[in-house]
């Protein structure tokens, strides 16, 4: 029972996931579609880069992800095919899969490319429905990926900024906000492996600071600022029972600290 | 052929949600998952319970309903499975039932508890994915709910206010505001039975009135402020063909008063 | 494998769409239901219209579309199923389908009355569950559409303005504004044909001006206003990376020039 998953930047509503959704079942009826979020912000390759490291490892195996963040549409950028770990990606090969290729190497690349495996007409704007849905259709009705177009060696790919490590410091910062405000930062749960979680050590973040890392919402009272471990492993801040970000006016790429005594 | 429905807080477009669809999939690829809302407010139980009335119990029979509005996740509170009537449910223990089991006693509830039904690693802040989801998901392939774990006797819950009725006065308020801006009250349609509905009633609303309880939002001129029972069975106060909560900048505890002469 | 789509105004994170997939999975549990848009402005039957006709046809053969933008619910106003080319409809008689009838005329319409192809206690207010939802369900079942009510001659039916052509010159309007801000127009490729594209075209949106029509939104430099035929063959204004009925202050109304010099 194969399943296709669908992440974009068309925006909450947009009638456009409806298109691609059609476009996907005529060829396929009983594959299972799965909206992982259409709320990406506009062309923002990274914070998809963000999602796509989250959520598409939890999915069965030889899940079909189909990625349209795509600024390059109708340009001569390509589109690509990856195998990475048990999960299957298409996308633009525009950097979108830079996350998870930087922690795992895909076993197979290929350039979608091939016109039986694409709609017949095929718009200068809308790729997600003329050719990389129906490629993801295609796939999930067993056509192998070696089939949709030329092996590619080279990918683009960019880098996260990684946390700058010192003895009783971590210098980070807020990579981003999720749907209750919580800022989400670049500092993993490892880099913070061996270190006390106390009273010892404290969470700076632009004009605020937090002292302890702890292990949920729950821990404080309402309206305490805390860092805990989010539930994919970073760093987060939040703000027990409101919305963090607005309250304290921080945005993307706000510098975060944690100190130890 | 299972169904299992979410509801949640964790905002429209929240790619949590696709992570949750993730780990349910990859327990039982092929159970069907239905949104019902990821719009509740942040942290509202009263909110969150009042979807829960309204909408699962149009679900067909052993459908089973995961909500996940858990202000307390990671702290000591339970999450708890219930069949309430024809309904199954999994939610943390925190009132969000109370609406469902103040009008039917559930037949079975047990402690979701046993380890073998949630995902290896279970983070502290994102019980929905590791926890309630799976719970659902082995449900949904046939383990008895017994299996869960242990039985409870007393759930937590909340009392929602109900009118105070009068020889020719009910004193309610408004209860919830619906995506058509429509101001939906906690009088209902069996409080109204045996008096009149035509030109001897009057509806007030905080500085608003309006008189008669009509059948439908078309009966009246555009603009019109128009009290009606709406789908739920509950008395609603709407500007036909605008945004009556807007419009008149009523919130939830705004008090109605219905009165007939 | 039947499908059925739903395209309503109910808003994006709506419950009530919850509460109509309840009650058309109760029906038939083994449907596919895939969501369009719940994001159509409230009531308003043009943007819906426009809806249908860009994404429906992208769907397979005989898929079952149900749309709910109703501000006549529980009025006299027929419900009614129409065949349009390989599609089914079920909707409001109020315009809804007016763009589909204009290309295809239906193969068959009939009213949508029998008390057995809908719940059993029918709401003033909210006939997406109750009637519409539940027809669409019995059709999925192989229910025939002839024997959901009677036949019906004449639909309700609006004209869209349609561009006025002049020698070198084509007046046309914004006819909606997708969800990047594109200024989608009632032009249509067909209407250029033959003319030049380039830099001997100018096209005006109220103050504004851009010269060349282009194949995609990446052949311009970021912050570009450009026009280009969109992924539904109609003549859009976007600016690169941006959106541009809000940098630009332009609504749906606002006329659009397209000349040659």
Known sequence: MPIITLTTDFGVGSHYVGAMKGAILSINPLVTIVDITHAVPAQDIAAGALVLEDTTRWFPKDTIHVAVIDPGVGTDRSIIY??????????PDNGLLSRLMAATKPSMVTRVTEA????PQVSNTFHGRDIMGPAAAHLSMGV??????????VLNQFDSPLPQMADAKILGEVMAIDSFGN??????????????RDEHVCVVCGLYETVGIHRTYGEQAPGSLLALI???????????????????GVSVGTPVVVAWE
């Open 230 to 248: 989010g539930s994919s492993g970073r760093l987060e801040l939040a703000i027990v029972g409101d919305n963090a970000a607005k309250r304290l």
């Open 82 to 91: 990856a195998r990475i770990g048990t999960q299957q990606f298409i996308a």
């Open 183 to 196: 800022l989400i930062t670049n500092i993993v749960d490892a880099n913070l492996a061996g270190k006390p």
């Open 144 to 153: 192998h990926p070696r089939r949709l177009g030329p092996a590619v060696r």
């Open 116 to 119: 039986q495996y694409r709609l």
